[in-house]
């Protein structure tokens, strides 16, 4: 038993190591007084963070990010209960190939979704523009959300809605008082991960954003130019939020289930 455990951490270990390497590296790396990534480091500078969040675009950038993602999410987490909600509660004729459509964007490649989503948002007018990027950040999100609230409303007694209404209260009210506060830790969850999923997305913004650029599309410009430490800086910067976000959505289906 103790060598499987033993052998089980070791794995585990090996594995996190793996993914989390190059990205510990490059934030070493972002507080390193060299230009170029070599080893032996330099000395210990905040002079990339510094150079990096000087640049007025780099503001810019983040503003466009912090609100495509705390919009894209909201959005993407309402449409996903909405449509958790409706598989846990109704049934109705064709509702497989409802849910297979709620669900397919994810299954979509990122490249055909960017083309289609700036073929559809020039049509509207909407192309280049940030509420652009927040209906491609939804259509996207959505779907996770969803995933992550019908899990929760399986876990409910569907006769604790019955017993709401026959109490008198109204549908709406037996939802505000009943399914919503037992899934507001999936929905506080959900909401945390399709940010982060919004915050953290390229390809589909590259596609869209045109002028109004995002912060990885705006990394990927950086990069074009040459090797500059102030992507180390601004990566670093975003794998945080990002961690930050999706730990937090973590910690609540954790502690939820535990209890």
């Keep these: 038993m103790r060598r499987s455990n033993a052998l089980t951490w070791i794995y585990l270990t090996a594995l996190f190591g793996f993914v989390f390497a190059p ?3 490059s934030m070493v790396f972002s507080f390193n007084s060299d230009r170029f990534p070599t080893v032996p480091l330099g000395h210990f500078t905040l002079h990339w963070y510094e150079t990096a969040f000087a640049r ?3 503001w810019t950038a983040f503003r466009n ?3 495509a993602a705390a919009t894209a999410g909201a959005l993407s987490t309402a449409l996903g209960f909405a449509t958790a909600y409706t598989d846990f509660r ?3 004729r064709f509702k497989n190939a409802y849910l297979a459509l709620a669900l397919l964007p ?5 490249v055909i979704m960017g083309l289609a989503m700036l073929a559809w948002l020039a049509r509207l007018g909407l192309s280049g523009t940030l509420p652009g990027i927040v209906i491609a950040h939804t259509v996207m999100g959505a779907p996770f959300a969803m995933a992550i609230c019908r899990l929760r409303l399986q876990q409910m007694d569907p006769s604790l809605e019955a017993a ?5 209260a109204s549908p709406w009210r037996a939802m505000r008082n009943v399914v919503v506060p037992f899934s507001a830790p999936a929905i506080i969850s959900a909401y945390c991960l399709t940010a982060a999923v919004s915050f953290d997305e390229f390809i589909v913004a590259w596609f869209v954003s045109g002028l109004n650029k995002t912060v990885p599309v705006m990394i990927l410009e950086i990069l074009q130019g040459n ?4 992507i180390n800086a601004i990566g670093t910067v975003v794998f945080l939020t990002s ?3 999706v730990i937090a959505a973590q910690l609540l289906i954790l502690r939820k289930s535990a209890k």
Aim: no cysteine; charged share 5%; glycine share 6%.
């Design 106 to 110: 994810p299954t979509i490649p990122l």
């Design 56 to 58: 007025p675009e780099v």
């Design 164 to 168: 709401a209404w026959n109490l008198g």
């Design 65 to 67: 990010s912090l609100i």
């Design 227 to 230: 090797v500059d430490p102030q």
């Design 90 to 92: 109704y049934g109705f």
């Design 243 to 245: 961690m930050t976000l």
């Design 23 to 25: 990205i510990v590296t």
